[in-house]
Structures are given as C-alpha cells and as structure tokens.
C-alpha cells in the first residue's frame, strides 16, 4: 500500500499532468517576485514536475508584459510593434523550416491551417501572415491562420490586425482534425493542467499534422547541474516542467506518436534572449556562426531532444 504524499496543510498532492499519487517532494525554492516559497514535486508515473502552490493567471498582466513580472525576458510590446527586430527572428526561421518541411513530406497538397495556441503578442502569426504560404513540389500552398490566447494583446491581434484569435470556448468548439500544425511555443510550461491542452491539440490535429512542441528540458545536463538555480525556474510562471520521457508519455495517452527534429535558430535564439548586455549577445551570435557551437549549446540545454508530434492517419 502507498501513502499519499502530503502537501502544505496536510492535503495530499496528485500529479497535476496524469493525476497519479507517486510524486514525490525534489525541493523548494524561495522566490523573490512573490517573496514565499515553492514546492517542487516530481511525478514517478509521468516525469513530468510541477510547482506548488499555483500562482494562478491574473500573475499575467500589463506589468508582466512590460518584463516587469516574474520574468524579466518577457517584451511584448516591441514583438507586437515589429516581431521583425527582435531576436525571435532566430526561432521563427527555425519553426517555419521545421513545419513547412514536415508538413510537405506528411499532409496532402493544399492550404495549410496553422493554429498557433498561446500567440502571446502575435509574432508567430505576423511572421507567418508575412509569409503568406510556402512551395512544396511545386504548389504553392497557401497559410491559413488561427491564434489562440487571451488577454489584451489577444484583443489588439483580433481588432486591430485583423487575425482570427480564438478564446477558449471557441477552440474547444473547433471541429476534429482542423489543423495541419498547432504550435505551442514556449506555452506548456505555464500551464497549471497541461493534460487537457493535449487532448484539444490532439483532437484538432489533421492526420499526418504535426503539434510543434517547444519547452524546456530539465531533464538535460545544465538543468540537472544546476537543480532548482536553473534560469529557466520561475515558479509563478513556469508552473510545470518537462522532459522528453514526459512528452512521450503525455503524447502516447493521446494517441500521437513523437517526432524529433534538429533546431538550429530555436537554440541561438534561447542563448541570445538569456544574455543582457548587448556585448554579450554580439559574443555569442559570432560564436554561434560556428555550427559545432550551436551543437554543443543544444547538447547542454537538451533542445532538440524534445519530441514535437504527429496524428498517425
Ligand atoms: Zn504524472
């Protein structure tokens, strides 16, 4: 017989990704935005790792926008005015060779519709807007463009640029097998329950689409090193942690089967937004010129061990 974990105030904790008892306390961590502490629990059943207590969604606001909330990397308003002078460029070139590569070889010719969940201030969507479409053998097959999101830059993309941003309750109503690629960028991580978003990209995915995955891996080298020091924990908003053992097993539950790609600009660009002095980026974007650089960076970090996914037909 197993105990249920206690957490704070003698509840028991679940896992909040597949709902099993077998976690286990990996630490906690004060921190100083919110200024108290957090609890890190480990899922044996899932990898997955997730913070305690949840900081809930209003922690995304117009000062969280700004930089001015738990993450200091966040710009929203310079990639909503112009996604084009910012260092996101690296990763947008990046997403787009990926996806448009994949989906050329895996879905029939035809109009591509892209559902970009968690569009944030849009600069995925403007890129691709800018795009308009992409060859593959010989046809030029044309983007179709939802975004997903809430919150005032979700407004500004629906009213004043025109996009088709869908908020919760019209995501959910989409008919099955929608959409050629649903990407999630740097999205699972703040999510509180991140099984039931599988279940929907899952659901709205075509055959042979691809869920283009981007988050953390703590399960790689520098992570391991640095234990909860590690950057990228932020626990009002990276409020769940990933491995590539978790996205197998999340993305088996629902029926997709994992495919890995090399990234090549997703990786310079996680290195040059980390870095604050201008000095510094020039640096590393010189060094990263030299490919086994880049190489050995995505080694460290474990980026393109994250499996991304597809609906088998
Ligand atoms: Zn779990």
């Known amino acids: 017989m ?26 906690t961590r004060h921190s100083q935005f919110l200024a108290r502490d957090f609890d890190f629990w480990h899922c044996a059943a899932c990898d997955f790792m997730f913070v305690e207590p949840f900081s809930g969604y209003a922690i995304y606001n117009e000062a969280y926008y ?3 909330g738990p993450d200091p990397f966040v710009d929203y308003e310079s990639e909503y ?11 947008f070139d990046d997403l787009w060779r990926v996806a448009t590569g994949f989906i050329a070889d895996n879905t029939p010719e035809g109009p591509v519709e892209w559902l970009d969940f968690g569009c944030g201030a849009g600069g995925l969507l403007k890129y691709l807007a800018d795009r308009r479409e992409f060859r593959s053998g010989g046809n030029a097959r ?24 869908l908020g919760p309750d019209e995501l959910a109503s989409e008919p099955g097998g929608s959409y050629d690629v649903i990407s999630l960028v740097e999205v699972v991580e703040h999510l509180e329950f991140p099984d039931p978003v599988f279940s929907l990209a899952a659901r709205l995915l075509k055959p042979g689409g691809l869920l283009l995955v981007t988050t953390g891996n703590v399960a790689s080298l520098v992570p391991r090193l640095k234990g909860l020091d590690y950057g990228y924990i932020m626990p009002e908003v ?4 990933f491995t590539p053992r978790a996205l197998r097993i999340i993305y088996a539950r629902h029926g997709l089967r994992p495919v890995r790609f ?30 086994f650089v880049v190489r050995a960076i ?13 609906k088998p037909r």
Not at 3 to 13: I, K, N, Q, W
Not at 142 to 165: E, M, N, Q, S, W
Not at 272 to 285: D, E, H, N
Request: aromatic residues 6%; hydrophobic residues 30%.
């Open 66 to 68: 700004r930089g001015r």
């Open 262 to 291: 090399r990234y090549d600009g997703a990786v310079r660009f996680k290195v040059v937004k980390t870095l604050r002095t201008a000095g510094r980026q020039r640096l590393a974007r010189l060094a990263m010129r030299l490919p």
């Open 298 to 310: 995505d080694g460290l970090f474990g980026t393109s061990r994250m499996p991304c996914a597809t």
């Open 81 to 91: 005015r112009d996604y084009r002078a910012t260092d996101r460029m690296l990763e």
């Open 142 to 165: 044309p983007l179709r463009l939802t975004g997903h999101d809430v919150g005032t830059y979700a407004d500004r993309l629906r009213r004043d640029d025109g996009f088709r941003i």
């Open 238 to 241: 990276h409020v769940g942690y």
């Open 2 to 27: 197993t105990t249920e974990p206690a957490g704070p105030g003698g509840a028991s904790v679940a896992c909040r990704c597949c709902g099993s008892a077998r976690v286990t306390l990996r630490g």
